[in-house]
């Protein structure tokens, strides 16, 4: 994986509302392979705030989630990211 993709996960992982379905999708990198990502390119003190911040999140899996439709997407993010879920 180059470190654009990597920058790009590791976004991805931080925004809230963005589920780790999402990622499976456009990198193929499971839940727990974000995690080890994760583990693996942040600073320690980064890493356990992110992993307290995410789990539990009912945002970031799929079926957590409390809405279906009518989730912000910002309207330059299929141009900005090539998100192939957009």
């Known amino acids: ?11 991805m992982a931080w925004e809230d ?6 990622i499976q999708i456009q990198f193929d990198l499971s839940e727990k392979e974000v ?3 994760m583990r693996k390119h ?3 003190g980064s890493w356990k705030r992110w992993r307290k911040r995410v ?11 409390s809405f279906l ?13 090539n998100n192939k879920v957009t």
């Open 17 to 22: 509302r963005t589920p780790f379905d999402a």
């Open 55 to 65: 789990q539990g999140r009912s945002t970031k899996h799929q079926g957590k989630r």
């Open 35 to 37: 995690i080890q990502l």
């Open 42 to 44: 942040l600073k320690n």
């Open 69 to 81: 439709v009518g989730r912000h997407k910002c309207s330059r993010q299929k141009s900005i990211s």
């Open 1 to 11: 994986m180059n470190q654009e993709s990597i920058d790009r996960v590791i976004e």
